[in-house]
């Protein structure tokens, strides 16, 4: 019975590791289509502090 506990908590951390996986797999799709698509203006502000400074 205790090997069937031991067993069960082992399954359950890989599967929370799987999840963390994928959750941060979409945080990195979306944190780079935000750079794709603002890429220009980012640029162009970044450009413009170092102008000033």
Same mark, same amino acid.
Request: hydrophobic content about 55%; charged content about 20%.
């Given at each position: 019975?205790?090997?069937?506990? /031991?067993?069960?908590?082992? /399954? /359950?951390?890989?599967?929370?590791?799987? /999840?963390?996986?994928?959750?941060?797999?979409?945080?990195?799709?979306?944190?780079?289509?935000?750079?794709?698509?603002?890429?220009?203006?980012?640029?162009?502000?970044?450009?413009?502090?170092?102008?000033?400074?």
């Amino acid at each position: 019975m205790l090997k069937k506990m /031991e067993q069960f908590v082992r /399954e /359950e951390e890989g599967q929370g590791m799987a /999840e963390y996986g994928l959750i941060l797999a979409g945080v990195a799709v979306v944190a780079a289509a935000i750079f794709v698509t603002l890429g220009g203006k980012i640029n162009t502000l970044i450009q413009s502090v170092i102008d000033k400074l």
